[in-house]
């Protein structure tokens, strides 16, 4: 399912909308455009509540 070609755009508004911050594909250069880079470096917890606030940002952004 094709969400954005802008990762930079996508990812700007899940911070506005959510408070996640993800990092826009495109700064790895490439296609990177068309991805977005989470870290999962974190406790579970905090994984799953970043997972949902990341489906709430695309929903969200999606509408």
């Known amino acids: 399912m094709e969400i954005t070609t802008d990762s930079q755009k996508l990812v700007?508004?899940?911070r506005q909308e959510t408070g996640l911050i993800v990092s826009a594909?495109?700064?790895y250069r490439s296609d990177g455009h068309d991805f977005i880079r989470i870290n999962l470096a974190?406790?579970?917890?905090?994984?799953?509540?970043?997972?949902?606030?990341?489906?709430?940002g695309i929903g969200k952004y999606s509408k």
């Open 12 to 14: 700007d508004f899940i």
């Open 25 to 27: 594909g495109s700064i």
């Open 42 to 56: 974190y406790p579970l917890e905090m994984v799953k509540d970043g997972l949902s606030r990341l489906a709430e």
